[in-house]
């Protein structure tokens, strides 16, 4: 299984990412401010959000990929 996790967009307060089903919610966000650090003292942290802004649910399954979920954060 593929670990990583991926940028799939970047904005200033947001990111949404593709990450593998079994991570948790504090593993993903551990690793994306390990790999992609803020840059501000703000962390970035899982929304609380419950739909992206396309409709789909957050998290969502990836379309690519079957076992990986789309997920958002903000900082």
């Not at 401010?33 to 396309?54: A, D, M």
């Amino acid at each position: 299984m593929d670990n990583k996790i991926y940028i799939i967009t970047e904005g200033l307060c947001a990111i949404s990412v593709c990450a593998p089903n079994g991570m948790s919610r504090e593993e993903i966000e551990r690793e994306v401010n390990v790999q992609y650090p803020t840059g501000i003292k703000s962390l970035w942290r899982i929304s609380g959000e419950t739909h992206f802004k396309t409709g789909q649910t957050m998290p969502c399954q990836c379309e690519q990929v079957e076992d990986r979920k789309h997920w958002l954060l903000q900082c």
